[in-house]
């Protein structure tokens, strides 16, 4: 398996600009997450989603942000307009229900920095 | 929710010392802790696991422990090489949940 897939792995894009970014969770994995990782704050939850339902948006900080996951492997984070700060690594993560001691697996991240 | 502290942010050694990282849960309920290992530029990964059914676990250089009354656990790193140099994290999961809860995490530093 080639792990979670994410893209792009580095963004950088002016203030107002629309930005997406998309990951593929690991296939046959349920769960798939949402962080935003910032010197500052650290590792953030951002929004979650079971079986492509999302479960938990309440880490979404505005309603700029956005996420979709319209089949099992594909998800979407959306960021619209963009602001400087904004500016962090986005990483997506899956994870496998059945048992209850799964590992999560997180992608290589997207670096976005806006200007 | 659960509420997960990390101790300490910054953590600098010698080479061939033990390292030491402490983190602390609220809820009762939670029953599974793992420990991911960032480098940087890189993915968080994991590098061990505990369950709360156990007290211990141990995997070549490194060793989680677990306390269930004080609710708190540590990662035990012995020798520590410089390829140890990481952001540590530890999270929290609760059974009746979905999500794993994060600590701050640790910024360890090996000095050869």
């Known amino acids: 398996d080639a792990g979670v897939i994410q893209s792009p792995r580095h963004e950088v894009t002016e203030m107002g600009q629309e930005v997406t970014l998309r990951c593929k969770p690991i296939?046959?994995?349920?769960?798939l997450f949402w962080y935003r990782q910032t010197m500052m704050r650290g590792l953030e939850l951002l929004i979650y989603f079971n079986n492509n339902v999302p479960i938990d948006d309440s880490g979404m900080p505005e309603d700029r942000f956005s996420a979709k996951m319209p089949n099992a492997s594909f998800s979407t984070l959306k960021i619209q307009p963009s602001e400087p700060r904004d500016s962090a690594v986005y990483f997506c993560?899956?994870?496998?229900?059945?048992?209850?001691?799964?590992?999560?697996?997180f992608g290589p991240g997207t670096r976005l920095t806006v200007l | 929710g659960e509420n997960v502290e990390q101790h300490p942010s910054t953590l600098s050694v010698q080479e061939g010392d033990s390292a030491v990282i402490k983190c602390t849960y609220s809820?009762?309920?939670?029953?599974?802790f793992p420990w991911y290992k960032q480098e940087l530029g890189k993915r968080p990964q994991l590098i061990i696991d505990?369950?709360?059914?156990?007290g211990e676990k141990k995997d070549q250089r490194i060793a989680v422990t677990l306390n269930k009354t004080a609710k708190h656990f540590s990662l035990h790193i012995t020798e520590t090489q410089p390829e140890d140099s990481a952001v540590y994290f530890c999270?929290?999961?609760?059974?009746?949940?979905?999500?794993?809860?994060f600590g701050t995490g640790t910024s360890l530093t090996v000095i050869p």
């Open positions: 993560a899956s994870r496998r229900l059945a048992g209850l001691y799964n590992e999560q697996f």
């Open positions: 505990i369950r709360s059914n156990v």
């Open positions: 296939s046959g994995h349920d769960y």
């Open positions: 809820d009762s309920a939670s029953n599974y």
């Open positions: 999270a929290a999961h609760i059974l009746s949940g979905n999500q794993f809860y």
